[in-house]
């Protein structure tokens, strides 16, 4: 008795977690990592990268830095774009864009997200 | 008997260059400089405009505002409160001297006795202490009011900051230039960063303007600030300004009228010394 | 002499005694809280004493106030909530006191002046 009730339990618990499974890839399915790393770029309170560099589909785009455009052509290793996004100081220690990791501004998570959608531009 | 010639020579030449580089009179020529080399053409007097000095469509937008500026009637209130009497029967002008029109001038300064930098906020405030009236908010209101009606009354001449040559005055100075190219907040920006790297340029919607210039029409009436007032006043000082520019960039502000400010002041002011005031202004 | 090796062995087996309970007798939240918010608030002595503290830290007009808000939430017991605010004032006033100090010498020079 004791014993099919674990057995029942343990079905139980594992039918949930598929369940989870589903729904988590189902959210994520319709927010891909390009989409939602847009989102991060242009949020004023987030990336708000658009303060500086135009990037297409954006709007009011300020015009001190170099827009963003032909990002794989430019950063074949997305791990240098990545980079770049992270500590733009490591380039050019006094540069005006901020430090998006080391001060985390931006999680790490996020950067992934933001590096995913300027590599498709 | 030549060798001891050229040591003597760049012996003199290194004094000379060291003193380049750390005199106030040298960093106001090398910040003129600069900001005229990037803006070629440019009358000197132009950068007291502002961003309306390098956009010609916003120009004649703000030419129209200043056909019928709304600072006019906080210029009065000004007036007023340099007329008026304290309870004490004493007026502004015991502590300024009777015209109102030398008084802008004269400020901010280093005042020797106290070893510190006397902003024309902080001494009208002075002022209404010693005359036995509680001082005004710094950053809005009767404070501004008065300073624009100051600077009004003062178009027209220019800026003259003196840096005496005493160790705590150029220590003051010093500590401004600091405050203004150091890189401080979460975004990592210097307020040079801005006004000295990029002016002309766009940060989102917004034109940046050239750090030289910058405080010829303080107090300053702003769009911005009269939509957050509910009588429509717009006039602020030069430190709430300050205030803002450092939030933006997730920085703490410092209080109006703290140490930081004042010094940021003396230094902000000195680098415009020579620009003709034409205060209150307006802007966006 | 002998006294004094005797009782530094006591000693030393007490220190180590304890050292051994540690483990097992794990902070509480609440003491875990306390303590953060010790080296929470000499880190932002520290940063405002440089003049290198960030907006969001304590300021009465930020909208996120770390430090405030964790204090709040401790009272109200959400000792959880109040260490993860703690965790980003701590990480926030001790980057604004490393930023000042590399700015130390920061001047026009940086800006091709």
């Known amino acids: 008795m004791t014993s099919n009730n674990h057995r029942f339990s343990g079905l139980a618990g594992s039918l949930l977690l598929a369940a989870g499974l589903v729904i988590t890839a189902q959210a994520s399915a319709a927010e891909d990592p390009v989409s939602a790393g847009k989102k991060i770029a242009f ?16 709007t009011l785009a300020g015009n001190i830095a170099p827009p963003l455009l032909a990002m794989k052509h430019r950063f074949p290793d997305k791990a240098k774009l990545r980079a770049q996004i992270w500590d733009a100081r490591k380039n050019n220690p006094r540069t005006i864009m901020p430090p998006f990791g080391p001060h985390r501004i ?10 995913e959608f300027i590599h498709s531009l | 008997m030549r060798k001891i010639a050229t040591l003597l020579l760049s012996a003199g030449l290194v004094a000379v260059s060291t003193q380049a580089v750390s005199g106030p009179k040298e960093d106001l020529e090398k910040f003129r400089t ?12 132009e950068f007291g405009n502002g961003v309306y000095a390098l956009d010609a469509s916003k120009r004649l937008q ?24 304290f309870k004490n029967g004493k007026r502004f002008a015991d502590c300024f001297g009777k015209d109102p029109s030398k008084v802008r001038v004269k400020y901010p300064r280093w005042d020797a006795e106290r070893q510190q930098v006397v902003t024309l906020e902080l001494a009208i405030n002075d002022c209404r202490k010693k005359n036995g009236e509680k001082p005004f908010k ?35 100075y010093e500590k401004g230039k600091h405050f203004f190219y150091a890189k401080r907040g979460q975004l990592n920006m210097a307020c040079a960063d801005c006004h000295v790297k990029y002016p002309g340029h766009f940060i989102r919607g917004n034109l940046l303007s050239p750090a030289l210039g910058h405080v010829t029409h303080f107090p300053v009436f702003r769009a911005k600030w009269e939509k957050k007032s509910k009588s429509g006043d717009g006039l602020g ?10 939030k933006q960039v997730r920085a703490r502000p410092f209080p109006a009228q703290s140490e930081q400010y004042r010094n940021l002041e003396f230094f902000h002011q000195y680098m415009s010394n020579g620009l003709t005031i034409n205060a209150p202004g307006y802007r966006e | 002499m002998m006294k004094k090796s005797i009782v530094s062995i006591g000693l030393a087996l007490l220190i180590a005694g304890c050292n051994a309970t540690t483990p097992e007798k794990p902070m509480t ?18 940063a405002a004493s440089v003049d290198g503290e960030w907006r969001d830290i304590r300021w009465k007009k930020s909208k996120k106030k770390y430090l405030p808000k964790a204090i709040e939430a401790a009272k109200a017991g959400d000792y959880e909530k109040a260490l993860k605010l703690l965790k980003i004032a701590e990480f926030q006033a001790e980057m604004g006191y490393k930023q000042a100090m590399a700015e130390k010498d920061a001047g026009p020079h940086l800006y091709g002046l």
């Open chain 3, 29 to 46: 939240l609440k003491e875990q809280y306390e303590a953060a918010l010790a080296r929470t608030q000499a880190a932002v002595k520290k």
């Open chain 1, 43 to 58: 949020d004023r309170k987030k990336g708000n990268c658009l303060a500086c560099h135009q990037i297409e589909g954006g």
């Open chain 2, 34 to 45: 600069y900001f005229e080399q990037k803006f070629p053409g440019l009358q000197l007097d």
């Open chain 2, 62 to 85: 703000w030419e129209a505002m200043e056909e019928f500026p709304p600072y006019e009637e906080f210029v009065d209130k000004g007036r007023e409160i340099w007329e008026k009497p």
């Open chain 1, 106 to 115: 931006l999680s790490e998570k996020e950067i992934d997200l933001v590096t």
């Open chain 2, 138 to 172: 710094w950053k809005k209101g009767p404070i501004a009011w008065l300073s624009a009606y100051l600077g009004y009354e003062a178009r027209g001449q220019k800026i003259d900051v003196k840096i005496p040559n005493d160790p705590k005055a150029l220590e003051a």
């Open chain 2, 237 to 246: 000082t030069l430190h709430r300004r300050y205030g803002g520019c450092n």
